[in-house]
């Protein structure tokens, strides 16, 4: 009988086959951006509520997931946070589009936010400091007359060591 010349090739399609890895993959990659939209559109509690953690190549990768709304679309609520976690560290698809950087955005948008934060304290000083000859004592002085409140910087998003982690 003639084997394959690439025996684990074929045996590896055939595992991947059996646990309906494509559509696992792609699932739970559509469940966590459907996570991390409601989590953003409709903002209400602020603190993770489950991380994932994982091994790939070496590194340690990790993904947080948000408690959403009742008011979120039924996609954000199909799974909660735990089990989404759940699946995304028995996949392999999702979390090779982790180790290429493609699900990174989180880490960017918290980025983004400091910066437009930044920019619009900054701004708000200027103006502070061209009316009254000085620069504002704190942030939060410019509160009322220049800004409407302090934007977000994204630090409420952080974990805070207590969330639940599944590995």
Do not use: C
């Not at 602020?46 to 190549?57: D, E, L, T, V, Y």
């Not at 976690?85 to 493609?102: E, H, Q």
């Amino acid at each position: 009988m003639q084997l394959p010349v690439d025996l684990s090739l074929s045996l590896y399609q055939v595992k991947r086959g059996l646990a309906r890895e494509p559509e696992r993959g792609r699932r739970v990659i559509r469940l966590l951006f459907a996570n991390w939209l409601a989590h953003v559109e409709h903002p209400g509690q602020r603190k993770p509520a489950a991380r994932a953690r994982f091994h790939i190549a070496k590194q340690t990768s990790g993904v947080l997931l948000y408690h959403v709304s009742p008011d979120a679309p039924a996609g954000a609520r199909a799974l909660s946070p735990q089990e989404v976690a759940s699946w995304l560290v028995t996949t392999n698809d999702a979390k090779l589009a982790f180790r290429y950087g493609f699900l990174a955005w989180p880490n960017v948008r918290r980025r983004e936010q400091r910066s437009y934060r930044e920019l619009l304290v900054l701004l708000a000083g200027e103006i502070y400091r061209r009316e009254r000859g000085a620069l504002p004592p704190s942030d939060e002085a410019l509160v009322g007359t220049y800004l409407k409140s302090l934007p977000d910087d994204g630090s409420a998003d952080l974990d805070d060591e207590m969330t639940p982690t599944v590995e």
